[in-house]
């Protein structure tokens, strides 16, 4: 199922039925103001009635003497997106949403400390700025002080910190992680520990240079990052990019995909023993790098996109090339796949690292980590762009959202993948793969839209960026890890000790993602 225009309109008169001078339209997406007074009640309102049960990014703009903070929520079922803007003057404090979306908690610290305000009732102490002294100061273990009952489970517990260096945490970040013996029974993450500050460095940025560094966030989806900022000035300018270029990039984006995909399973094989499958699924990466390198001149994809189509055209011999490592891997990927489920050490994460559906929803998990869980949701297929809905393909989706059905289903989508790439290249338009240098001029010098968001589907998930223009151009980016590593402390609960590395490498998180 994918976006309806019939849905579209039914939210929409009811909108405007509730409050017609606060609610309006841009494209595909609703829209609504008010003031801290009434922000409850639409919260509410759009959780409980109209099912906007995620909330997918939290950010704010300073306009005056003023704050616009804007929550963009999304309806899965009816894949409808909503953007709740609220008006907060100095003296006024918003409620936090927490309890309705947790997914709230990590975005209100990092809006909290980008604007200097106390917006929020309720927000626990900052989280980025990691390597004080306080990171060393561990939780106190519960205890019974009445010596003559029974002791408490906790008082078996033991709390220590892991440094962003301790190979436990996969070298993701750092965190207080609390033990039973062998089984993981709390996890407190602390990121920002480099503190890069990438959306800073995108608004101080010019046009070209943010098209440059943004796709250093992730080397591993690069091309992603690239198409990403390129399609957010093509939204907003409202540039039809050629049909050769719509198909290049396509072909891309699902590259990227795979990447992810053979980095979180090799690293997943490695730590579970499986040393000569983790060095196979590696190389098969590092083959896909070598497309990058022959298409754009570097293995890490970087300056693939460009604002109206794409850098380069495929080269001469790019398909040959291709076609002979998708037969190569399709044949290993079936061959493993068969080989894991006889595994005994693979049967026996069937229940380890689980994440339900209706956790997933509230956490805001998007991806793989969501779909293993057994939601049906790609944005590929709810929100298709260029040629996503004339291509045949499948979503596959888990049971019970444990590493093995993230296990299985990181492998059926690298087959849909290559499936995808095959058919794109079979029908590849012909013409060119940009628009001209004055076709991009005309169009920028013509920009009209004051906020929007642009995201799709990257390989671990939802992947966007939140553009609001004041005085001058202000960028958001929506990374897909920062909102799934929130729910670590659900999906790592119980997880031996020994499975804890390879169960934090098939979630498919990035350090730099993270980090922000």
């Known amino acids: 199922m994918a976006f309806s225009w019939d849905q579209y309109r039914d939210i929409s008169e009811v909108l405007t039925i509730v409050d017609k001078e606060s609610y309006s339209f841009h494209k595909d997406q609703h829209w609504v103001k008010t003031r801290p007074i009434q922000f409850s009640n639409w919260i509410q309102f759009l959780n409980t009635e109209l ?65 200097g ?26 205890f019974n002080p009445n010596r003559s009952e029974a002791a408490y489970p906790e008082e078996n517990y033991k709390w220590e910190f892991c440094d962003i ?13 609390c033990y039973d013996g062998e089984k993981l029974t709390g996890l407190i993450p602390t990121v920002g520990m480099h503190r890069v500050g990438w959306d800073n460095l995108l608004n101080s940025a010019s046009m070209k240079q943010q098209i440059g560094f943004i796709d250093q966030i992730n ?51 490695s730590n579970l023993g499986l040393e000569t499958e983790g060095r196979i699924l590696l190389s098969c ?79 805001s998990v998007t991806g793989p980590v969501l779909r293993a869980s057994g939601i049906n949701f790609d944005l590929r297929k709810s929100r298709p762009m260029y040629f996503y809905s004339d291509i045949e393909f499948d979503i596959p ?39 001209t240098d004055e076709q991009r001029e005309q169009f920028l010098s013509n920009i009209q839209v004051s906020s929007f968001f642009t995201s799709f589907e990257a390989g671990n998930g939802e992947l966007g960026i939140y553009y609001l223009k004041n005085d001058k151009m202000n960028f958001k980016i929506r990374t897909p890890s920062l909102t799934n590593a929130q729910a670590l402390p659900i999906i790592l609960d119980r997880v031996p000790k020994k499975y804890l590395t390879s169960t934090l490498g098939l979630l498919g998180l990035s350090r730099s993602e993270i980090d922000r």
């Open 117 to 142: 305000w106390t917006l929020f009732n309720r927000v626990a102490g900052p989280f980025f700025g990691a390597g004080d002294e306080e990171n060393y100061d561990l939780p106190r273990v519960a």
């Open 219 to 269: 080397l591993n989806s690069a091309p992603c990052y690239s198409i990403l900022m390129t399609k957010v000035y093509e939204d907003i300018a409202n540039i039809k990019i050629p049909e050769r270029a719509q198909a290049i990039r396509m072909m891309f984006i699902e590259l990227s995909r795979i990447v992810e995909h053979l980095l979180a399973l090799g690293q997943y094989c």
């Open 285 to 363: 990466r590092e083959k896909v790098f070598e497309l990058y390198e022959k298409h754009c001149g570097r293995r890490s994809g970087t300056f693939i996109s460009r604002i109206g189509g794409v850098a380069h055209d495929l080269p001469y011999g790019w398909n040959i090339e291709f076609n002979e490592f998708e037969k190569a891997l399709v044949k290993f990927l079936i061959n493993i796949r068969n080989k894991m489920r006889g595994t005994s050490s693979i049967h026996e994460q069937k229940t380890l690292a689980q994440i339900t559906a209706g956790q997933a929803i509230r956490w």
């Open 165 to 177: 260096n301790k190979p436990d945490l996969a070298h993701l970040f750092g965190a207080k992680v």
């Open 397 to 435: 989706v888990g049971i019970n959202g444990t590493n093995y059905d993230r296990l299985l289903l990181r492998i059926e989508e690298i087959l849909e993948s290559l499936r995808i790439i095959v058919q794109v290249m079979d029908n590849l338009p012909l013409g060119e793969f940009s628009i």
């Open 51 to 115: 099912n906007f049960l995620q909330l997918i990014e939290l950010h704010a703009i300073e306009v005056n003497d003023h704050l616009d903070v804007y929550y963009h929520l999304q309806n899965i079922e009816q894949h409808q997106r909503l953007n709740l803007i609220v008006s907060v003057y100095k003296n006024e404090i918003l409620p936090s949403v927490t309890d309705i979306y947790p997914a709230a908690e990590w975005m209100e610290k990092e809006l909290i400390e980008n604007c």
